[in-house]
Structure formats: structure tokens, C-alpha cells
């Protein structure tokens, strides 16, 4: 008997052919060496606020321990719509249009099961999160992918969409501010998006886990623009803005049938995502205002410092404007980003994380977060000079 054979059909051929994330790879090398800076992972470097924290405890230690409702507290749902409307002009109904989940990425696996049929096809604007495409695949839909440029600071342009849809386009998936580009669209700049969105009669799939961390305009939310409530499915969360990361908690808000079918998805998978982390999210929207402010303007003052260090030494930088990623290009030393992002980390012991693994149009750039302290990131260009100047 052919043992490898054997083990291949116990497993999904869907799952077989996924490739494994190309972050994790570097992630791994890295943990095997001494002196590492790392300028991959993303995640902010600042603790969870106090407050938040101590909200959770609380809650654990008045008992509220068992199950919440399958779509989360009502009274985090209340204060979610209430933070939206506040916060970018969108309403939704806490009872039937929003649903608490387990950190925005379960909310995008949620999302495209819940509309997508077999042969379905997403178009994808790339660069972009390593999870979009193998999400929407498992989903049984076709991710068609989008390439932005550098050209265009990695922003979608209308005519680019427009020429990839076909009969089988379901929806659209867009980031803004972006990961790993830190690109970010304005409304102006979205308003020709919205448009060809709207005349085809597609879905939006949007993701605005970075909303918060906008520094030159202030954001515009997809579902905020006319006619948009009614085909957008926002996707949002704690991780970036709240620095909640391992707290996993997300939210996902849009029409109520789609909601409803995110629901049952969501019921069957999850049950509901913990109840002391939503304790903690509640908390974070009530008073966490001014916490994300201090953070917002710590990821300024690091982005400026990597785009005008990244100038100084000669490689092309477009200035993110949201997120707390610079991407910047390496082409000029002549290697792929790849060799580039292994040949740094064995050398300088500083990681980064070849732009490759976000998509084709990653080519020639390497994701830095700058999401680390700013004393971790004069030593991490420090060596990136040392490392140019050997190579340049």
C-alpha cells in the first residue's frame, strides 16, 4: 500500500492545494536566532489598556461567565452601532445587523461562506492580507486578483476593477488602510469605486480593521457612501486600534439576510466569542477614545521617522497613510523580495516580510511594521543602511 497516497485522499483537496502563510516562514527563522529585530509581525507593540483589562477581570469575577447571545452582547452590539454612527456616519441596528465574532478574521471566513456559491468570483485588489484568498477559496469561490502599483501608491483604480468583471463577479474585497501597503483612499479617490460597485450591482466585502489608524485624512467608510449600506458588508474589530490582538474580538455589520446567514454560520462554528473578552471590547468603546489617540500619534511619529530614514538611504517609499506598515522597495539592489527578506534576516538579524507572500504585485517590496518602538526601529535602519550599503 502507498502510504502517501493513502494520506492524500484522507484529506480535503481544496485544503492540499492551499499553500502554508508565507509570513510564518520567516517568523520561524527568525525564532531561531539571537539579536532578532523584528519588523514583521502585525500586531501593536502597546499593551491592552488598564481599564479594558481590568473590565474583563470584573466581569469574570461577578460571575459572567457562561454564553452571551450567538451575536454577542446586546449591550456591545448597542455600543458598536453607536461608535460606527459616531464615528464614520454609518448606521446599523444592534439587534439584527451586527454580530460579535472571533476576531475580524473569523468574520471574513463567516462573510464569504455566507454569500459565496461554488464558481462565485471575489475580486481582490492586491497587495493584501495573506487570509483573503485561501478564505475565499474555502469558501468555493474564485479569488480574482486586483494588482495595485507603486505607481498608483497601491490604490484601486476604477477602469482596473471594471475590466475584471464578468458574469461569475459576486463581490468586491477592499482594505483601506491597507495591510501591507499602509496605502489608504480617500473618499474622493473611492467615489469612482462606489460607482462601478453600484452600476454592476456587486457586493462589497469591506475590511476597515484599520480605520482608526487614518493620519492624513480621516477615514471614509465604504458603507457610509450612498447607496452602499444596502450591498456592503463591513468587517471591523479590536486587534489594531485597541491593541487587543489576542483578545479576538471582531464584528461584522451589513443587511439583515446577509447578517442573518453570517449568523447561522457564526451559531454552528462559534457559538459566540468569550464572554470576558466582550466585557473587555465594551469597555474599550465606552472610554478607550483617548488611549487610540495616543497610540495613533506614537505610529505617526514612527512613520514619518522610516519614510524619511528609507529616503536618506535611496529606496522608493510611498508615505502610508493608515496602518502601521511602511512597504518600501528594494529593486533597486537587484533581488526579489524573498532572497531580499532572508539574505537581511541571516546577515542583520532584522525581519521583515517579502511582499510576495501578499500577492504578485508584492514584487520588488518588503513589508515593515513599524508597529515596534521607535529605540527597535533607529537600530532596525541602522542595520538596513549596513545592509544596502553591502549591497547596494
Not at 520567516?26 to 499593551?47: C, K, Q, R, W, Y
Not at 463567516?110 to 468570483?121: C, K, L, Q, S, T
Not at 450612498?226 to 456592503?232: F, K, N
Not at 508584492?362 to 537600530?379: D, N, Q
Amino acid at each position: 500500500m502507498n502510504t502517501s497516497s493513502t494520506q492524500q485522499h484522507r484529506l480535503s483537496e481544496t485544503v492540499q492545494q492551499l499553500k502554508p502563510s508565507g509570513i510564518r516562514r520567516f517568523f520561524d527563522l527568525a525564532s531561531t536566532m539571537d539579536n532578532v529585530i523584528s519588523l514583521g509581525v502585525g500586531e501593536p507593540d502597546f499593551v491592552t489598556p488598564w481599564n479594558v483589562r481590568e473590565a474583563s477581570i470584573v466581569s469574570m469575577e461577578r460571575g459572567f461567565t457562561s454564553y452571551t447571545a450567538n451575536a454577542g452582547l446586546i449591550e456591545l452590539r448597542r455600543a458598536v452601532s453607536y461608535y460606527l454612527e459616531s464615528s464614520f456616519d454609518v448606521s446599523y441596528h444592534p439587534e439584527s445587523d451586527i454580530v460579535i465574532t472571533v476576531g475580524a478574521s473569523e468574520g471574513i471566513d463567516a462573510v464569504f461562506r455566507a454569500i459565496i456559491n461554488p464558481g462565485d468570483e471575489v475580486i481582490v485588489a492586491e497587495p493584501c492580507f495573506v487570509s483573503y484568498a485561501p478564505i475565499i477559496t474555502m469558501a468555493g469561490g474564485v479569488p480574482v486578483p486586483l494588482e495595485t502599483t507603486k505607481e498608483h501608491d497601491f490604490k484601486i483604480k476604477a477602469g482596473d476593477l471594471e475590466d475584471l468583471i464578468t458574469s461569475k463577479t459576486k463581490a468586491v474585497l477592499l482594505s483601506y488602510p491597507n495591510n501591507p501597503t499602509g496605502a489608504h483612499m480617500s473618499k474622493e479617490e473611492l467615489e469612482p469605486i462606489v460607482n462601478v460597485i453600484k452600476d454592476y450591482d456587486l457586493l462589497a466585502v469591506s475590511d476597515e480593521i484599520y480605520a482608526e489608524l487614518s493620519y492624513d485624512h480621516e477615514h471614509a467608510s465604504l458603507p457610509a457612501f450612498p447607496g452602499m449600506l444596502e450591498r456592503t458588508i463591513l468587517i471591523s474589530g479590536f486587534s489594531k486600534a485597541f491593541a487587543m490582538t489576542g483578545w479576538r474580538v471582531g464584528y461584522v455589520c451589513g443587511p439583515k439576510d446577509i447578517m442573518a446567514a453570517v449568523l447561522k454560520i457564526h451559531q454552528y462554528t462559534m457559538m459566540c466569542a468569550s464572554t470576558s473578552a466582550q466585557f473587555g471590547a465594551l469597555e474599550a468603546l465606552k472610554n478607550g477614545r483617548a488611549d487610540v489617540e495616543r497610540m495613533v500619534a506614537s505610529y505617526r511619529q514612527r512613520r514619518n521617522y522610516l519614510v524619511k530614514t528609507f529616503a536618506e538611504m535611496g529606496l522608493e517609499c510611498h508615505t502610508p497613510l493608515g496602518a502601521f506598515y511602511a512597504f518600501p522597495s528594494i529593486e533597486k539592489l537587484g533581488m526579489d523580495a524573498e532572497t531580499f527578506a532572508e539574505a537581511f534576516l541571516t546577515e542583520e538579524q532584522v525581519a521583515v516580510v517579502p511582499g510576495t507572500v501578499f500577492g504578485s504585485g508584492g514584487e520588488g517590496h518588503v513589508r515593515c511594521s513599524y508597529a515596534t518602538s521607535l529605540e527597535s526601529l533607529v537600530e532596525a535602519m541602522d542595520r538596513f543602511k549596513r545592509f544596502i550599503e553591502r549591497h547596494g
